[in-house]
């Protein structure tokens, strides 16, 4: 929204620095954090006051969480109001690509905060049916899918892109709708599968979001998608004031949400901000990049599913508990051992994912 004041200003003054994307990158950092911080506490009171016993405690679940009774839930309100108000503020809002991601950030969370009053409501860890939320899911990224076809180069659509390689590109064609479903809903669970310890989540998620941001930039720019030799996809550069906004949001909330967490993102904010990395990394196309960049979440979905799929079959157990962090507490790790450690495992596969840019 700010932008247009460097275009009705003819770019004059200091108005002109609103037409460059890095300072408003960091001017949306600044806002979604000093939004954080503004409107944490008195979301907190207010979550706290209307929820009462807050998020339910699964009685089957680690010990220690039991501890963890009367933690309201929602926090993912301070993320997503954060990141909403300083993408509205400033990126350009006749970007396709910005409102994409908004769509489904915005979905997902709406999805995600009628799972949540559920559970609160009922006082159950089930919420709304799986079916529902998978089919809501399902469409919702059908959306955004055909949404990034429209817009990308005629030369990208319905093309799947490689790391490390310049030049191949995999012809999906009608298959990459479908494709990128998979992804931007697989990218929604696979976070919300990890919000399951104080801080977990959310670091990885900023970590992530800032990876994407900077390839977003990248291929947004036609110079430096020559230098490096990657896909030049027009009017994706706009996607860093988002994910600046995520970062912003994302610390501002994790002021509140460090051991002990004094509110949960709950599935309002961990299918947001899942679907959002999904819809970036498709509207890039990075969808591969973001399996190496988001590698937590995969594992930590992977565990899940083959803990299901093997005890099924065999009616044994692969991990004492999944996701896979439960495993490592039943293991005797203490929770901030595995959330910094797994913080440090999201920071080396960002490294990597990067480094995707360059090594081809």
Known sequence: MLYWLAELSDGGGAFNLFRYITFRAGAAF???????????PPLINVLRRAQ??????????????LSKAGTPTMGGLLIVGALLTSTLLWARLDNAFVWLVL??????????FADDYSKVKKQTSAGVSGKVRLLLGFIIAATAAIWASIYHPAELTGQLAFPFFKNYLLDLGLFFVPFAILVIVGAANAVNLTDGLDGLAIMPVMIAAGTLGIIAYAVGRVDVTDYLDVHYVPG???????????????L???????PPAAVFMGDTGSLALGGALGAIAVATKHEIVLAIVGGLFVVEALSVIIQVLYFKRTGKRVFLMAPIHHHYEKKGWAEPQIVIRFWIISLILAAIGLATLKVR
Request: glycine share 20%.
């Open 236 to 250: 994706t550069g706009e996607l860093l004031i988002f994910t600046a906004s995520i970062f912003g949001g994302g």
């Open 103 to 112: 769509f489904v950030t915005m979905s997902y969370a709406a999805i995600g």
């Open 252 to 258: 501002g909330f994790l002021w509140y949400n460090a």
């Open 52 to 65: 009462g016993k807050g998020q339910p405690i699964r009685t089957d679940g680690p010990e220690a969480h």
């Open 30 to 40: 600044l806002t979604a954090l000093v939004f954080g911080f503004l409107f944490g």
